[in-house]
């Protein structure tokens, strides 16, 4: 048994959302009771003690939108004809790199950031895979990843027309082989989702094809919806429906489903997002790097739609995208006043309300019964830190890398900046490697 002690405990439970010295007991993979310090080394005396020496004791982030296969990117030189526009960014880039990796690419493109996640107190995440040229056992590796770091994880391949038929067909059984070992293994570590790369890669033929595969799996999908104005453009040409409507009229979109992006959508389109439903992912740095556009997540949210956060691989740390959507949403809006209160609903509450959507147990919230992921964040702050002003602290004054300790499932996997059980610098030096060997044969 765990007992977290001598804490800054913020709890995220409306009830009690903030204990002065508070602490955490955890008796396997669960929180069994949050209260004060001295009451609860009283009541579990043999628990080994984590001292968090006034530090901040939170529940782990939440990463609602992932793409590890993109980690051979950082710092890659293709050269050529700098990109204008999105489809010039995924043809020039993300289309050339996914095609090369290999399985053994896989795993070491997820490694890095599943560290750089630890480190950064990132504890789960909802990740969109793609190699087309290493489809089969790519998710099971990314799997094999993620049990060895020990990242709450839910994967799935994006399903795309864009390389041929027969690697459309390999993704769509890769997606339903995984789901089926999710499902039998029912262990809420580990989820599978139907991925399916975005409309504008989906032919009649695929899509429908996509949700026969998804029928009696009692799963969702994972799609980009209307990221750039290319998939719009593409939808209306194609089949006179705008993206989100096609999707809507297909039935893809569901409280089982996450729609990612959701940038160039009407009035109309956000209340079929609300009438299905579905999680929106909303992920500000990816969309400014992109120069695809600004969400509309602040009248979605208006609207009553779950709208989560995530960093679509642009960087493993939460924490950025989470001040960078404060920022972006008053720059958009010309309003200063305006996305205070949004990107912590979004980061603190929506992401744990669409992460528990996939599995049976609860996170997110530092309370008994939930699974025990739990961070402590090397952090006073120069100004009282209580219920009222802990967001402002996370906004203005934390990053990923005060996290200290990190603790998922129950499990310590970084203690005092040390990766427990992990031989981290012998992860990366063959993650460099691979990377080197991916960059040379682009």
């Known amino acids: 048994m765990l007992l977290i002690g001598n804490g800054k405990v913020v709890t995220r439970d409306d009830a009690c959302p903030f204990i002065e010295n508070g602490a955490v007991a955890i008796d396997g993979p669960v929180i069994t009771e949050v209260g004060e310090t001295g009451v609860l080394q009283a009541k579990y005396p043999d628990a080994r003690f984590i001292d968090a020496r006034g530090r901040l004791v939170m529940p782990g982030f939440i990463n609602a939108h992932m793409h590890y296969y993109s980690t051979f990117a950082r ?10 526009t999105f489809g010039e960014v995924l043809r020039g880039l993300w289309w050339r790199l996914d095609k090369e990796l290999t399985l053994e690419d896989v795993y070491y493109s997820a490694v890095g950031p599943m560290i750089d996640q630890i480190r950064s107190g990132v504890t789960s995440v909802i990740d969109h895979h793609a190699s087309p040229h290493a489809v089969e056992g790519s998710l099971f590796k990314i799997a094999e990843a993620a049990q060895h770091l020990g990242i709450r994880s839910n994967l799935c391949y994006e399903i795309s027309d864009r390389d041929g038929a027969a690697i459309k067909d390999a993704g769509i059984k890769e997606n339903v082989d995984f789901v089926k070992h999710c499902k039998a293994q029912n262990n809420d570590m580990l989820k599978g989702l139907i991925g399916i790369h975005a409309q504008i890669t989906i032919s009649e033929k695929t899509l429908n094809e996509c949700i026969e595969a998804a029928a009696g799996l009692d799963v969702g999908f994972h799609i ?13 040409a194609k089949y006179d429906m705008r993206v989100v409507e096609r999707l809507y009229r297909y039935k893809v979109l569901s409280d089982k489903t996450i729609a990612v992006h959701c940038i160039h959508i009407t009035e109309e389109e956000m209340d079929m997002l609300k009438d299905s439903g579905v999680a929106v992912v909303h992920n500000p740095e990816s969309n400014m790097g992109n120069a695809v556009g600004v969400s509309p997540v602040l009248a979605m949210l208006k609207k009553g739609i779950l709208v989560g956060m995530g960093t679509d691989g642009y960087t493993a740390d939460m924490t950025e995208s989470y001040k960078v959507a404060a920022i972006l949403h008053k720059h958009a809006a010309h309003i200063p006043s305006v996305a205070w209160a949004e990107p912590p609903q979004m980061l603190f509450k929506n992401n744990k309300a669409i992460m528990e959507r996939f599995i049976q147990g609860k996170i997110g919230t530092l309370k008994k019964d939930h699974y025990a992921d739990i961070i402590i964040v090397d952090y006073q702050g120069p100004t009282p830190v209580n219920e009222n002003t802990i967001n402002s602290h996370i906004l203005f004054g934390v990053s990923g890398r005060h996290v200290d300790t990190t603790i998922i499932n129950g499990k310590i996997v970084m203690n005092d900046r040390e990766l427990v059980g992990i031989d981290e610098a012998g992860l990366l030096a063959k993650s460099r490697e691979h990377a080197l060997q991916l960059w040379k044969r682009i």
């Open 224 to 236: 980009h919806a209307a990221e750039g104005i290319e998939d719009v453009v593409d939808a209306l």
């Open 75 to 84: 710092g890659i030189s293709l050269g050529g004809k700098p990109a204008t």
